[in-house]
């Protein structure tokens, strides 16, 4: 029987021009990274189940893709376990192994691991795919890629203001337009106290992020259903709704946290990260947003939000400060910052726009016309002299029909013919076409050999 | 409790000094694909279970990673199976997906799903790790690169030859001393023929496989073993050991297979691609091996095998023409032709040899001295400017003690160091010293520039 093939839902096959597109993306990322004196690591796509599991919530641990151990894997199960089905207690003896969930926890585990062979502070990036169990949607996959940079070991606000810059240049290389949202958990931590609430941290931050969703009204009833008062609510309301510069507004949180040290010491870094970027203006926007919370409960001091200006997509890179990540892993007082550009989002967006350069997904350059094994033999070393320049090119392999051989040439956007037969040989030249204009001469190798560096320039 | 950290057996972590390698590696191959006219593709981690199971032999079907399904898994498994923990009937009922083993099924299977959006001839390259339950051992782990090109919808041995063009140019530019030995299958079945066992072909081909490690005498022992007579056994052993040049095999070969038109087949092939590749000649041998077999019965003309000279380490390079790989999927009478890169063991070979170009693993350029916040905001546009022309450089993030930052460049391997204090700032220079000499002078920006681009070129 014949399978019908396909593969698993929530994952895709990727054909030439998608991969020249997400190359672009992903090239570009790499060489600001790098341009900042960020170094690439890369992970396992397996990790132990042990170093994933409680990491990422109840709901991360529902999520994590377990690999079945091999060989006779029943050997070891708890009888009772066995015998009760229980999915949840048998899946831990039934697999060791896991797909990575993200690259933030294999980041800790790795820095832990090798922590006598870094040098910190530790500037790394690393673009990998990870893999999660979500119910698959448009624009949501079991298999994505995350493109991760983290500075681990300085405290120095010049990390965050790097990452602003980082930000900035990416999405400018990219020719998106985006606006930068900062905000930093200790004045949450500080608007908390204001209102009396010191101790709802996680309530506020959580109710706060829903915020794109739900609204001023429905955070507010969200915050009361968590055990906030009235009065707190109406206290904390036209906080978030504060507008105007960021000067503005760091004014009126002055004022308003000036009885809270952690409020202050985190209106102080605001302005501080604000006043070194200063030094070499971004441009694109940056925008303290007191309404951005960002759910995740590690964050610690900044945190880092871009959207797209031209088309609603949500978050399409995040970012923050946190502490003590790597203490799980027996690692303590190491403190780190770091972002993540969502790749697959980022080109959603760039597709939308139409915003991908011309070019892109043109691979071979020029593709010789095959007449049969004379004129063959006469092409292939002018394709070796081409290709020692850096010119992609390619033989038809048959001495099909030329409209076919031409076909081909169309279907894979290769922008140039070559062809020879008696006269070209006899003449020691080549008829050289131009697939869009139908321009065709009869030129020497040389004289195609600098066209084309110059077209390829 | 704190957990200690470490990774799967038989995987790994990679560092930016191993990355760079690696991608040094990954870099040549991708270009000379590319050169030559392959396009990319990529595939997901995760295929069906059903389009891996069977394709692989036994032995295979054990090493497949598989991936537990999600939820309550329990839930559809056949009671008697669960009852008998019978974990071979199990495995297929706990899993729907699995991790790839190679890249040759999974490209099978994606030219049949997308065939109507396939043009033919179809040139794809892919670059991505596969997995294998295998027994870790020195130079073999559980997760791997595999670096593939194929041709799939062409006879013509043009694509034998442009292969054998390809091996040569990526280990040239490798700087790697090579041989490429060649074979055709049907040289073999004419063999076959020649010593009256044409039913035993796979038989002998197995047993052919095994020249390496047990020698001639054990390859006629175990095909004495495999049913074959004495007399049949002592008629292969002398074209086995059959020496000479390529010319001089093939005369002898095409005198004993006269009377075998698949054999002579096989010759013509092999003649014709020795004639193809002879019009723009390789660097590196060529030699006709008749001890080549390779072990995968897809194999059905060429076979190309790549042996390192310089170090003794088995092939590190492979491939063939195969017809009908797709037929498992529903798409008949389409033949390929294929090769495929060990990354893993080239890097080895490489390493051994320390054949690794100068400047590898250098990330950053240049690292600016941070003596405080004034110096530090003079230094940052001077940053900001050698990035816009290419120049990777990094700010260090605190006011640490000179020793510390300059201990920083030195074990990340940064050639250049940039300071600025009172002095250089009053009169609109940097100190600019070289790592490796210890030179330091006062130098204007443009200056700094100018050199770092020179020393980058």
């Not at 991969?19 to 960020?38: N, P, W």
């Not at 690591?41 to 709901?59: C, Q």
């Amino acid at each position: 029987m014949k399978e019908k093939p396909g593969i698993p839902k929530g994952t895709r096959d990727f054909d030439p021009l998608e991969i020249s597109r997400r190359e672009h993306i992903f090239d570009t990322i790499r060489e600001v990274y790098r341009l900042h004196g960020f170094r690439p690591i890369e992970t396992p796509a397996m990790e132990n189940l042990s170093t994933l599991m409680g990491k990422y919530g109840e709901e991360g641990d529902r999520l994590i893709f377990r690999i079945l151990n091999s060989g006779d894997f029943t050997a070891k199960v708890d009888d009772k376990d066995w015998k009760d089905k229980n999915a949840a207690r048998l899946s831990a003896q039934l697999s060791e192994k896991a797909l990575r969930y993200d690259l933030t926890v294999p980041f800790a585990r790795y820095v832990v691991q090798h922590q006598n062979d870094i040098t910190f502070p530790f500037k790394r990036y690393q673009i990998q795919p990870v893999w999660r169990a979500d119910r698959p949607q448009k624009g949501r996959y079991r298999e994505f890629f995350q493109c991760d940079a983290d500075v681990i070991g300085s405290d120095s606000l010049v990390n965050e203001a790097e990452f602003l810059q980082i930000i900035d240049k990416v999405f400018s290389q990219l020719n998106l337009d985006v606006v930068i949202l900062i905000n930093n958990r200790e004045i949450l931590a500080g608007l908390a106290e204001y209102i009396g609430f010191a101790d709802h941290m996680t309530d506020i931050t959580t109710a706060i992020d829903k915020m794109d969703k739900i609204g001023l009204e429905g955070v507010g009833q969200d915050l009361i259903d968590r055990g906030l008062t009235n009065d707190a609510v109406e206290k904390l309301k036209p906080v978030l709704e504060l507008s105007g510069t960021n000067k503005q507004k760091i004014e009126v949180l002055s004022q308003i946290l000036a009885s809270s040290p952690v409020g202050m010491k985190g209106i102080e870094e605001i302005q501080e990260v604000l006043d070194i970027v200063d030094v070499t203006p971004l441009q694109c926007s940056l925008e303290l947003d007191l309404c951005l919370a960002r759910g995740l409960n590690y964050y610690t001091g900044a945190i880092i939000e871009v959207k797209a200006l031209e088309v609603p997509m949500g978050s399409i890179c995040g970012g923050g400060r946190y502490d003590d990540l790597t203490r799980v892993f027996g690692l303590k007082g190491v403190s780190g910052v770091g972002i993540s550009f969502g790749a697959d989002r980022i080109y959603d967006v760039m597709q939308a726009l139409s915003r991908f350069p011309d070019g892109i997904g043109t691979y071979t350059h020029l593709l010789a016309i095959n007449f049969g094994p004379k004129e063959r033999d006469y092409c292939l070393p002018a394709l070796e002299n081409l290709r020692s320049v850096g010119v992609q090119c390619e033989m038809y392999p048959e001495p099909a029909k030329v409209k076919k051989q031409m076909q081909y040439a169309d279907k894979n956007k290769i922008p140039f013919v070559l062809m020879a037969g008696e006269e070209e040989i006899n003449k020691g030249v080549f008829s050289f076409r131009d697939m869009q204009s139908g321009e065709q001469q009869q030129l020497m190798l040389e004289q195609i050999s600098t066209f084309l560096l110059k077209f390829l320039d």
